[in-house]
């Protein structure tokens, strides 16, 4: 069964840090990547990465976020520093195929198969 399942989340004052991660089981995929969606928004891609390590990034989280991978572990991070109010969301994994990490795909999220159930990051300010 393929699955993926989020950690990390949790509450942190603005300008603090939180590491997510995310263990794909029963599957490879090439492209991995994380969206966010806050109350009243529709989801956003934040990064995706390739399994040659290319990364994609949103701009609103360039310089603070690091988005990286452990092949051996298929286990995906999110290094989210210097964290904002506005950062505040659900934060979802997931993974697809090379059109996933796309320059015109990535931040669709019709173009990944596979989702986790989500893990909230509060920033207080």
């Known amino acids: 069964q393929v699955q993926l399942v989020e950690s990390g989340g949790g509450s942190v004052q603005s300008g603090g840090s939180l590491r997510l991660s995310c263990a794909a089981s029963?599957?490879?995929?090439?492209?991995m990547g994380w969206f966010r969606q806050a109350p009243g928004k529709e989801r956003e891609g934040v990064a995706a990465i390739g399994r040659d390590g290319s990364t994609l990034y949103a701009d609103s989280v360039k310089g603070r976020f690091t988005i990286y991978r452990d092949n051996a572990k298929n286990t995906l991070y999110l290094q989210m520093n210097s964290l904002k109010a506005e950062d505040t969301a659900m934060y979802y994994c997931?993974?697809?195929?090379?059109?996933?990490?796309?320059?015109?795909?990535?931040?669709?999220?019709?173009?990944?198969?596979?989702w986790g159930q989500g893990t909230q990051v509060t920033v207080s300010s």
């Open positions: 029963g599957y490879t995929f090439y492209c």
């Open positions: 997931a993974a697809g195929s090379p059109v996933a990490c796309s320059d015109f795909g990535w931040q669709n999220q019709d173009t990944f198969d596979v």
